[in-house]
């Protein structure tokens, strides 16, 4: 059979593109080993530091204690690498920290942490690094990611100003670590200065609430096993722990580091010695220098808790810190769409500081009310919120009252709203719903967390009223629920609800609604009662 010039052109071409394709394949596949290779060799050399400093160089050491360098079994590079995060720029003693360490182990990495490059710039010894957490356009991504730059077992985390006097302290704490095996304690600590200098404290995260609680924890005699710590304290974690944080090295450093280690389960050993000397106590020689530390250590927590999605801390001296919306903010979360709240879907509920919001408004419309003459009771979810928790459903995001639409001329706050909006002299908004034939009061002009009135009047014996919803809820019921209204618990006062409060709320959401939460539409978002 003969080939045609057409047909042997065609073939040639096929033939060529399967060669290119065959060498394409092959180039990625080397890319692909290449890139292996180059992580299995960071643990022999790591890339250049970024910033000032220079590069990291090779972390071989030269010799050392057993434990430490050179140990059986472990290779014969140094086992920690010495890690300083915390220091302002403005004042510090990186320099003499990492002589200090240097002097008495001159094997041992040493890098110091910022997110831009500091200015004045450190002054390092040799031996000593600069990392530069803040990417440059112009180098490597792996040029300001630590992990490619700590390549020993484990990370010592020092304060600023510490000094290493005894050089077995280290490894003391590297043989506590490894005595707790494979349990729960991750990280060891030891004190500067004295023990009293560090408070160890138990720490619960509560992501769902968006809360952060801290309490005393108490002290044993061979030290304290607990999730937190507050204070002056060197800290040993394993390198490979360290780096499976999402946030290894946020700041504040502590705060950050054991936020995600109590939401991991782990707990924090401070022992009773060996003390680490600083003399450099206090840390800052004049008093305007404390100012502005303090000042950016609280800008850095605002930060990370924001970035944390926590809003509430409870510290353990009772005392309450808040990262939240406020009355001069907008609230937590966007327009609700098809009342389901974008929170839900993060499967959290209802920030605490909207909550606050919530119960804040609340009181005050009630008391107006009250002081007004005019006759309401809690309703919907609100009411149910009262009967299951006495607050607001954990989940909901606005209070609803029923109010008699006879009573409306009693209340200066309300009678007038036919014109516009009120703003009251406590920063409060009245006006009338563009939504309907109802009242809403916002929390302040800023911030729309909100309290909506429904004013019902009777017809034939039955609660109505002129706007209605798509809610299920939002039906006509018996006028005798409301006669008498009766006191009940809500959110730290005393409110008033229907007389019968199951067969109210069964006749607006069905039978069985208290004993069953669900959040408000199921079809969105369903709550996962096994969580609760």
Same mark, same amino acid.
């Given at each position: 059979m003969r080939i045609s010039f057409c047909q042997g052109l065609l073939t040639g071409a096929i033939i060529l593109n399967l060669l290119i394709l065959?060498?394409?394949?092959?180039?990625?596949?080397?890319?692909?080993?290449?890139?292996?290779?180059?992580?299995?060799?960071?643990?022999?050399?790591? =890339?250049?530091?970024?910033?000032?400093?220079?590069?990291?160089?090779?972390?071989?050491?030269?010799?050392?204690?057993?434990?430490l360098v050179g140990a059986e079994g472990h290779g014969r590079g140094p086992r920690v690498t010495v890690l300083l995060r915390e220091f302002e720029n403005f004042e510090n003693y990186v320099g003499d920290v990492a002589s200090s360490f240097l002097h008495q182990r001159p094997e041992l990495p040493f890098l110091a942490v910022a997110d831009t490059p500091p200015y004045p710039p450190l002054v390092l010894p040799e031996g000593a690094r600069l990392?530069?957490?803040?990417?440059? =356009?112009? /180098?490597?991504?792996?040029?300001?990611?630590?992990?490619?730059?700590?390549?020993?077992?484990?990370?010592?985390?020092?304060?600023?100003?510490?000094?290493?006097?005894?050089?077995?302290?280290?490894?003391?704490?590297?043989?506590?670590?490894?005595?707790?095996g494979g349990g729960p304690v991750r990280l060891v600590a030891a004190p500067v200065l004295t023990r009293s200098a560090v408070q160890c404290l138990h720490l619960r995260v509560n992501l769902r609430e968006w809360t952060a609680t801290y309490s005393p924890a108490a002290s044993g005699s061979s030290g304290s096993v607990c999730t937190a710590l507050q204070g002056d304290a060197v800290v040993l974690i394993r390198t490979e722990d360290l780096f499976n944080l999402s946030v290894p090295l946020g700041r504040p450093l502590f705060s950050s580091l054991f936020i995600q280690t109590a939401l991991r389960g782990w707990k924090v050993k401070l022992l009773e010695s060996p003390c680490f000397s600083a003399n450099h106590r206090p840390l800052f020689s004049s008093a305007h220098n404390q100012w502005k530390a303090d000042t950016r250590i609280k800008e850095a927590s605002g930060k990370l808790m924001r970035s944390f999605g926590l809003k509430r801390i409870l510290?353990?001296?009772?005392?309450? /810190?808040?990262?939240?919306?406020?009355?001069?903010?907008?609230?937590?979360?966007?327009?609700?769409?098809?009342?389901?709240?974008?929170?839900?879907?993060?499967?959290?509920?209802?920030? =605490?500081?909207?909550?606050?919001?919530?119960?804040?408004?609340?009181?005050?419309?009630?008391?107006?009310?009250?002081?007004?003459?005019?006759?309401?009771?809690?309703?919907?979810?609100?009411?149910?919120?009262?009967?299951?928790?006495?607050?607001?459903i954990p989940w909901d995001y606005d209070v609803d009252l029923g109010i008699y639409l006879e009573d409306v001329p009693n209340c200066d706050h309300l009678k007038n709203l036919d014109s516009g909006s009120l703003v009251d002299a406590n920063g409060y908004v009245w006006e009338r719903a563009v939504e309907g034939d109802f009242y809403r009061v916002q929390y302040s002009e800023a911030n729309h967390l909100h309290v909506d009135l429904w004013p019902f009047y009777p017809r034939n014996g039955m609660m109505t009223k002129d706007t209605w919803t798509e809610h299920k809820q939002d039906v006509e019921f018996p006028e005798h629920f409301v006669q008498p209204l009766v006191p009940m618990p809500f959110a730290g006062i005393t409110a008033y609800g229907p007389n019968n409060h199951r067969a109210f709320l069964e006749l607006k959401f069905g039978e069985g609604v208290i004993e069953n939460p669900q959040y408000p539409n199921p079809a969105k978002k369903k709550l996962d009662r096994s969580k609760l």
């Amino acid at each position: 059979m003969r080939i045609s010039f057409c047909q042997g052109l065609l073939t040639g071409a096929i033939i060529l593109n399967l060669l290119i394709l065959y060498y394409v394949s092959r180039a990625q596949q080397q890319m692909m080993e290449k890139r292996k290779d180059f992580g299995r060799g960071s643990r022999r050399a790591a =890339p250049p530091a970024s910033g000032l400093g220079g590069g990291l160089g090779l972390f071989i050491g030269t010799g050392g204690e057993s434990g430490l360098v050179g140990a059986e079994g472990h290779g014969r590079g140094p086992r920690v690498t010495v890690l300083l995060r915390e220091f302002e720029n403005f004042e510090n003693y990186v320099g003499d920290v990492a002589s200090s360490f240097l002097h008495q182990r001159p094997e041992l990495p040493f890098l110091a942490v910022a997110d831009t490059p500091p200015y004045p710039p450190l002054v390092l010894p040799e031996g000593a690094r600069l990392l530069v957490l803040s990417p440059s =356009p112009d /180098q490597p991504p792996q040029a300001h990611r630590p992990e490619f730059h700590i390549q020993t077992e484990f990370v010592l985390l020092v304060p600023d100003g510490v000094e290493l006097e005894q050089p077995r302290a280290i490894e003391r704490l590297i043989r506590e670590l490894e005595g707790e095996g494979g349990g729960p304690v991750r990280l060891v600590a030891a004190p500067v200065l004295t023990r009293s200098a560090v408070q160890c404290l138990h720490l619960r995260v509560n992501l769902r609430e968006w809360t952060a609680t801290y309490s005393p924890a108490a002290s044993g005699s061979s030290g304290s096993v607990c999730t937190a710590l507050q204070g002056d304290a060197v800290v040993l974690i394993r390198t490979e722990d360290l780096f499976n944080l999402s946030v290894p090295l946020g700041r504040p450093l502590f705060s950050s580091l054991f936020i995600q280690t109590a939401l991991r389960g782990w707990k924090v050993k401070l022992l009773e010695s060996p003390c680490f000397s600083a003399n450099h106590r206090p840390l800052f020689s004049s008093a305007h220098n404390q100012w502005k530390a303090d000042t950016r250590i609280k800008e850095a927590s605002g930060k990370l808790m924001r970035s944390f999605g926590l809003k509430r801390i409870l510290l353990p001296d009772g005392k309450e /810190q808040w990262y939240g919306c406020s009355k001069e903010t907008p609230r937590c979360f966007s327009t609700v769409q098809d009342d389901t709240p974008d929170y839900l879907y993060l499967d959290r509920w209802t920030p =605490p500081c909207c909550l606050r919001a919530l119960r804040e408004t609340t009181k005050y419309v009630i008391n107006i009310l009250e002081s007004s003459g005019v006759r309401y009771w809690l309703e919907g979810g609100t009411l149910l919120g009262a009967v299951r928790h006495q607050d607001i459903i954990p989940w909901d995001y606005d209070v609803d009252l029923g109010i008699y639409l006879e009573d409306v001329p009693n209340c200066d706050h309300l009678k007038n709203l036919d014109s516009g909006s009120l703003v009251d002299a406590n920063g409060y908004v009245w006006e009338r719903a563009v939504e309907g034939d109802f009242y809403r009061v916002q929390y302040s002009e800023a911030n729309h967390l909100h309290v909506d009135l429904w004013p019902f009047y009777p017809r034939n014996g039955m609660m109505t009223k002129d706007t209605w919803t798509e809610h299920k809820q939002d039906v006509e019921f018996p006028e005798h629920f409301v006669q008498p209204l009766v006191p009940m618990p809500f959110a730290g006062i005393t409110a008033y609800g229907p007389n019968n409060h199951r067969a109210f709320l069964e006749l607006k959401f069905g039978e069985g609604v208290i004993e069953n939460p669900q959040y408000p539409n199921p079809a969105k978002k369903k709550l996962d009662r096994s969580k609760l």
